[in-house]
C-alpha cells in the first residue's frame, strides 16, 4: 500500500511517498525505486497496482503541454487519452461492455507545478487547498498535515518538511506504509 502526499504553492509543487509495497498475502518489500517519477518532466506518484505504476513511470514518454497552454485542457485532451492509450496497450485497462474503463490505482499528478488527483477512472480533480494525499496511508497523512498547519505553509522548504512529517507519522500508523521517504520538488518553469 501507498501514502502520497502533494503540497501545491505559487509556482511549484512538492510531492513525497513511502516506500512499502504489498501483495493480497500481505507480505511486502521496500522499493529500490520510489513510488514518484519525473517523466518528461512531469511528476507521477502512484498507488494502487504496481504494473499500472511501472507503464506510467517507464512505459513511455509522457506528452509535454505547449508552452501557454491550458493545464485543465492538456489533462482532459493529451495526459489522459495518453495514459489509457499505454494502459490499453498493456492490457491493464479493465473494461467490460457498458461499463466505464478503469485501472487499478490512482495517481498524483503535476504538471509545472500545478497538482492533479487522478482517480480509478481517468477522472482528474483539482483541490481549492492545493492539498492532496491518496493511498493507504492518506487519511492519516491529511489528518497529520491538518494538525501540523498545512494552511500556514508559503515556502518550498515547508511544504518538504511538513510532507516529510505527515508520511513518516502515516508509516507510523499505518502497516502498509514504510520508510525511507522521497520528496520530489517541481517548479512551474523547472523541476529540480
Known sequence: MTTLVAIQGDGWSVMGCDSRLSDEHGRFQISKTPKIVNNNGILIAGCGSSRVS??????????NPIIKEDLNT?????????MRKQFVNAGIDMKEDGDVAQ??????????GQVFSVSEDYSWDTDVRNVYVMG?????????LAALGVEKVKT????????RKAIAIAVQYDNMCSEPIHIFTQYASKEK
Open 74 to 82: 492538456y489533462m482532459t485532451q493529451r495526459f489522459i487519452p495518453a
Open 103 to 112: 485501472i487499478d490505482g490512482g495517481f498524483l499528478i503535476s504538471v509545472k
Open 156 to 163: 518550498i522548504h515547508q511544504a518538504e518538511t511538513m510532507i
Open 54 to 63: 511501472n507503464v506510467l513511470h517507464y512505459g513511455y514518454k509522457q506528452p
Open 136 to 144: 493507504s496511508g492518506g487519511d492519516i497523512a491529511l489528518g497529520a
